[in-house]
């Protein structure tokens, strides 16, 4: 995010929050955001509506379109003024509108796994193999041991017919060549087992059925080698805008590949400018998470507006006329739009583009635009197209990031005086509004972050001064490695500069992230936490915009209660005894907790390598705040007066349990 600070003093003076003038209260500081930002009455009425039809998934379409009805005829009696009595409830019936409408919208855009499915020909509930075919809607990538890629089910043979479908599904295609060459597009004729994701099987798992029903996938399917062809006919679906992009960005990867820059680099770059991941080293993964800027090798926000802060650098010698400001936000559209276009139009990267558009034609109609109205506009029109996106986690990230330098960056910049009219104070000027948009941003992120991952990066700070101020640069540099002649002179110091450039930032992030506590994990944040640390924020930013001194204290005490929250978890935790027998698939694996210790009995195959079932146990370890582990394979022999393992027989505390018996049946695939 950080060139929305490209405008430094254009965001301050648009900034709607900066109007809120001396709340006596968090509510009336947020009933004047309300009433200066009509299009977040809005967007707050979708969303709960959209929270509605999530937790009532039994209410059909009918309930909310009478609601929707009722609702709009009152409003429109009450805003007419012939009924008095009905003028009142003007406001409250438009917010009980918009909810029907989210309610609405959600239910209408919800997934069931009959959606789209002929009533034969699908051999599901006896476990049959299926004969299907299907069109691939995205570029297959790399899992550690298949391809995975969406593809869309056209049509079902039933023995005897084939009967048009409609159905997305997820493939899992067996790791070869042949797997890898496939396009965006391509139409294959598949022979296999759907099945339907995996819920929240085991304690506090993530429930990968629900985020697949979000994203409206209802079908998963593991294709043997043998269990799949390309129809002869498949290059006839390469058309459309969406698969031209998916070729640009194709051949945009090859031209990365066949430059002189090492394979990291190579990664690296196409990570960087096209949002392809696939050849990104492990290594440098881990150096750029454990330095808090994961988010540079992440197509999104960051990278849109790095595009639109480098088109409007073209733009420095005009003034703010309205023509100027059309044209330099035209051109900046253009930037924003071919960029998402070379990085094959991903769902990430068309939100930030959406976002930043409409913040650009903000601008361009006004000099003054509300910036904060048009940030709703945009995730109004993102949630209408799909509602599923409220529970994403980027969605959440993207928006609460912007909101968080809305909020924060002015009154943290307000806080150390400098004499910022002076020009030799122009690079110090530019450091210390970075570090205030950081802080912002990743202060604002903060509970989400403990909420979905658990973990701090604490000196993110460092890294993001250090190496995202360039990102710009490695952009700039690695666009000219695409555009110039790998043979000429050029290409040759484009090719070279950034293999400078990128051995530089993976070394400052290396050393970053190998500082003294530089990841703090297995941290612990319930939703009643997540709510205590967003009123928290919340109360900061309104004790820095007012003269008010009690949010403060009231901020502190929250943080206080967390903590509370935090110890008692913690003691609970340390008195825990219980043993979990995990469902994973046809590994064996139990664990028997004994305070913040445990030891895990597994097969062979766990024992010499437990991230093999980290995604079934890993809520599970979260939530009993395990310190340490002993892993312990089914056939030794093992007793340490508190947990005993012998013969496949394994004694904790009172339990005895037979290994045999919960042994799982091998996989059929």
Request: hydrophobic residues 50%.
């Amino acid at each position: 995010m950080g060139p929305v600070a490209e405008k430094g003093k254009e965001n301050q003076a648009c900034n709607v929050m900066a109007d809120i003038r001396q709340p006596a209260s968090l509510a009336e500081a947020f009933s004047q955001l309300l009433s200066r930002t009509p299009m977040l009455r809005v967007v707050l009425a979708f969303a709960v509506g959209i929270g509605c039809a999530e937790l009532l998934p039994s209410v059909g379409l009918l309930p909310s379109v009478l609601l929707a009805l009722l609702a709009a005829g009152v409003a429109a009696v009450g805003a007419s003024g012939r009924v008095r009595w009905l003028t009142p409830a003007f406001l409250p019936s438009l917010w009980l509108l918009f909810i029907a409408l989210g309610f609405l919208s959600a239910t209408h855009h919800r997934t069931t796994p009959a959606d789209g499915l002929p009533a034969s020909g699908w051999g599901v509930p006896d476990r049959q193999p299926a004969l299907f075919s299907v069109r691939l809607v995205d570029t297959p990538r790399q899992a550690p041991r298949t391809y995975k890629v969406a593809a869309r089910v056209e049509a079902v043979c039933d023995g005897a017919a084939w009967q048009e479908a409609d159905c997305p599904i997820l493939l899992y295609l067996h790791k070869d060549s042949t797997a890898a060459a496939l396009r965006y597009g391509d139409r294959l004729v598949v022979h296999a087992v759907p099945q339907q994701p995996d819920s929240s099987i085991n304690p506090y798992q993530f429930d990968y059925r629900r985020y697949l029903l979000r994203k409206g996938i209802a079908w998963q399917c593991y294709v043997p080698r043998d269990g799949w062809y390309r129809q002869p006919d498949s290059l006839a679906c390469h058309r459309g805008l969406l698969a031209w992009s998916k070729r640009v960005q194709r051949h945009l990867v090859q031209r990365l590949q066949a430059t002189t820059l090492s394979q990291q680099h190579k990664g690296m770059a196409a990570a960087l400018l096209l949002g392809w991941r696939d050849d990104l080293d492990p290594s440098t993964l881990l150096h750029f998470r454990q330095a808090g800027i994961m988010h540079l090798l992440c197509v999104s926000g960051l990278h849109v507006g790095i595009v639109a802060w480098l088109a409007g650098l073209l733009f420095l010698f005009m003034g703010k006329l309205r023509w100027q400001r059309v044209l330099k936000g035209s051109v900046q559209l253009l930037a924003i739009w071919g960029f998402t276009f070379v990085t094959g139009m991903a769902p990430s990267t068309l939100r930030a583009a959406v976002m930043f558009s409409l913040l650009r034609i903000g601008y361009m109609a006004q000099q003054r635009p509300m910036v904060f109205n048009n940030l709703c506009t945009s995730a109004l029109l993102l949630l209408f197209v799909n509602p599923g996106l409220l529970f994403d986690v980027g969605f959440q990230f993207s928006y609460t990031a912007v909101v968080g330098i809305l909020a924060l960056q002015d009154p943290l910049r307000s806080l150390v005086k400098l004499p910022f009219e002076k020009r030799w104070t122009a690079p110090v000027r530019y450091v210390w509004e970075l570090v205030c948009l950081t802080l912002s941003a990743q202060f604002f992120c903060l509970p989400l972050q403990l909420y979905y991952f658990h973990e701090v990066y604490t000196w993110f700070i460092i890294a993001n001064l250090l190496i995202v101020p360039f990102a710009g640069l490695l952009l700039a540099t690695v666009l000219a490695v695409v555009l110039l002649p790998q043979a000429s002179m050029l290409g040759h110091a484009a090719v070279w500069l950034a293999g400078q450039e990128f051995h530089a930032a993976d070394g400052l992030a290396a050393w970053v992230g190998e500082l003294p506590c530089a990841v703090l994990d297995n941290l612990y944040c319930s939703p009643l936490m997540l709510v205590l640390l967003i009123v928290a924020l919340l109360l900061v930013v309104l004790f820095l915009r007012s003269s008010l001194r009690w949010p403060l204290p009231a901020a502190s005490a929250l943080l206080l209660l967390a903590a509370v929250c935090v110890t008692v978890v913690n003691t609970r935790a340390a008195n825990r005894h219980e043993v979990v027998v995990y469902k994973a698939d046809r590994h064996l694996a139990v664990e028997c907790f004994d305070g913040r210790h445990s030891y895990l009995v597994c097969d062979s195959v766990v024992a010499r390598n437990p991230e093999e079932i980290r995604f079934q146990r890993e809520g599970m370890v979260n939530h009993s705040r395990t310190r340490s582990t002993t892993v312990l394979p089914a056939d030794t022999v093992f007793n340490d007066g508190r947990c005993a393992l012998q013969g496949g027989i394994l004694c904790f505390g009172e339990e005895r349990i037979v290994l045999d018996s919960v042994k799982p049946k091998r996989n059929r695939r």
